[in-house]
């Protein structure tokens, strides 16, 4: 349909500026049909935006409203498509209303300030603008042409403060309903720390450097406690006489005993330093390290974080900080050299009693201590089940294998464990491999399986 040429002088219902979109906004050639169009508000629609600036749910608009009808009054703000702007300043008076129109309706005073401006302007084309169709029934009663909006630019209607509220708390418990953990891990190597998904590259060519195994045999035996019984019980290096009368209690057999097992004890250290020499030697050109890194990307924290990563038969030993397992050059044990009498079990055990004996007479809360439960201990520390650990278990034969056990891990929070260190069995096995893991947790579906692969480079 092609734009008439005729002026149209359109009036706005309330609720146009409360509900559509903003008047510079609107394109009202395409509304009106027509290339002339002077946008006209009447005192009753100023009166109304003035009531409702205070609503709850629509003062916000009525507001916007206001302020842009001040800007184009004051020519700081156009429409769109050159149409004018004016401001019908009639106000309406009860003795000049007909008998059909009520004074005290809000729509009734729109309609007569639009009938006013007819009587007064016969050649004007005059049209209102509503959606209201209790306003469009009486346009029709008093011969006023009017033009519905497109419905499809209309607003949605704003909430309430209580609908805010539960519209927030409904997206509060979604968030809620859809926390869910992510844990990924990754392997990293001594060069690289970033936690970055590339695969683990190792160059199994460092040089070694051979140790001496004669100064290191010559050093031992140095120790004064290998060659004297006596300056074994004295830190300074000298005995006291007290020391002297307390040793010449020990029997002469025991101490013949105790000098044939350093004797024994020098030759095993001997043969330990060379078979340990070539194990490290073996072990520098052979081994790789790395650390494990757990992370929790998810928005909620995980628990029960159980990851194991399998290794293949490749390997002859394997190592963490606290444990290791394999085949290596067990370091001989030093003889104990034998005690004197005042130092013995026995006697130490009776006076122990005796002095317990004693402070119980004395402090009886100490017979409690009896009662008290036993509390295992791990080293130095007390052993809780739900503390984070890891273990290495397995043989050479069939692959070894390492487990970390995560009880909780937070949101957003990483987890470092290591350094692994792995030993291939020889250097014909030294080549690229693949590592399997299993991750397991409350908050995965089931096992996470994948293969991260290890890439050996040998020089």
Not at 134 to 143: F, L, R, V
């Amino acid at each position: 349909m092609a734009a008439s040429q005729a002026a149209y002088k359109i009036y706005l219902d309330t609720n146009i500026l409360l509900h559509y979109p903003a008047l510079c906004e609107i394109e009202w050639s395409s509304w009106c049909q027509t290339e002339k169009v002077c946008v006209t508000i009447c005192m009753q629609v100023i009166h109304e935006l003035d009531e409702k600036k205070n609503d709850s749910q629509l003062g916000i608009r009525a507001a916007k409203r206001i302020k842009e009808i001040k800007q184009l009054r004051l020519g700081q703000s156009t429409l769109k498509d050159r149409a004018e702007f004016c401001i019908d300043s009639y106000e309406s008076r009860e003795n000049e209303f007909p008998e059909s129109l009520n004074p005290t309706s809000k729509d009734d005073r729109i309609i007569q300030s639009v009938l006013h401006f007819c009587e007064n302007n016969p050649a004007e084309t005059v049209v209102l603008v509503t959606e209201d169709i209790g306003m469009q029934i009486k346009c029709d009663t008093h011969k006023i042409s009017y033009i519905d909006p497109p419905i499809k630019q209309r607003l949605p209607n704003p909430r309430t403060e209580t609908e805010k509220k539960y519209r927030q708390a409904i997206t509060e418990l979604n968030e809620l309903k859809n926390r869910q953990p992510k844990v990924i891990f990754s392997l990293l190597n001594l060069e690289d720390s970033d936690s970055s998904n590339k695969p683990l590259e190792f160059s199994l060519n460092e040089p070694f450097f051979d140790i001496e195994r004669e100064m290191e045999f010559e050093k031992l035996l140095r120790r004064p406690d290998l060659n004297d019984v006596q300056i074994r019980y004295s830190n300074s290096g000298k005995v006291s006489q007290t020391q002297k009368e307390r040793f010449s209690q020990i029997p002469e057999r025991e101490q013949q005993e105790y000098i044939a097992n350093v004797d024994q004890y020098l030759v095993h250290f001997r043969n330990w330093l060379i078979d340990n020499h070539e194990f490290e030697k073996s072990w520098r050109v052979r081994q790789i390290k790395f650390w494990v890194q757990i992370k929790n990307i998810g928005n909620a924290p995980d628990e029960d974080v159980d990851l194991y990563l399998d290794l293949p038969p490749y390997f002859s030993f394997i190592c963490s900080e606290k444990k290791e397992k394999g085949k290596k050059p067990k370091k001989p044990e030093r003889p104990n050299p034998p005690k004197p009498p005042v130092a013995s079990g026995i006697y130490n055990v009776e006076r122990i009693v005796r002095n317990l004996e004693a402070l119980q007479t004395t402090y009886p809360w100490l017979a409690e201590l009896r009662n008290m439960p036993y509390v295992p201990r791990i080293g130095s520390h007390f052993f809780n089940p739900r503390a984070a650990w890891d273990d290495i278990d397995g043989n050479a034969e069939k692959g070894y294998f390492i487990r970390i056990f995560q009880p909780r891990l937070n949101q957003h929070k990483s987890q470092l464990w290591g350094p692994y260190t792995l030993v291939f069995k020889s250097w014909e096995e030294t080549k690229t491999f693949n590592i399997e893991t299993r991750l397991y947790s409350v908050g995965a579906p089931g096992k996470i399986e994948c293969k991260v692969p290890i890439i050996i480079h040998r020089g």
